[in-house]
């Protein structure tokens, strides 16, 4: 079974960047969905991005081209750069991950909570003047 454990989250000032990170232990399967998703005050938890065994990313439109995730086998981690921070973007933030075999079916990732059955504890994310 895979565990979680979320890193990095401060507060930062608009403008400003921050690296998340989420140290991935345990049996990894070889196909798998790893993802971001986060929380804001009295809001959904919405899915941020994605990255899978081939190393596809996708990203929700909100923070396309100012966020990028990553994933580094060797080091059992997945990182979430974020640029250009904006107040929209405080929110707790999690990682999460996903067997895409399930049964005979071999899934396509999604940023949908349901596809995912493991998740890190959170680091929260404040930006902030």
């Known amino acids: 079974q895979v565990h979680l454990v979320e890193s990095g989250g401060g507060s930062v000032q608009p403008g400003g960047s921050l690296t998340l990170s989420c140290e991935v232990s345990g049996n990894r399967p070889p196909n798998y969905c790893l993802a971001w998703f986060r929380q804001a005050p009295g809001k959904e938890r919405e899915g941020v991005a994605y990255?899978?065994?081939?190393?596809?990313?996708f990203y929700a439109n909100s923070v396309k081209g100012r966020f990028t995730i990553s994933n580094d086998n060797a080091e059992n981690a997945l990182y979430l750069q974020m640029n250009t921070l904006d107040v929209e973007d405080t929110a707790m933030y999690y990682c999460?991950?996903?067997?895409?075999?399930?049964?005979?079916?071999?899934?396509?990732?999604?940023?949908?909570?349901?596809?995912?059955?493991?998740w890190g504890q959170g680091t929260h994310v404040t930006v902030t003047y």
């Open positions: 999460a991950a996903a067997d895409r075999v399930v049964g005979l079916l071999y899934r396509l990732c999604d940023l949908k909570e349901r596809t995912y059955d493991t």
């Open positions: 990255i899978d065994n081939h190393g596809t990313t």
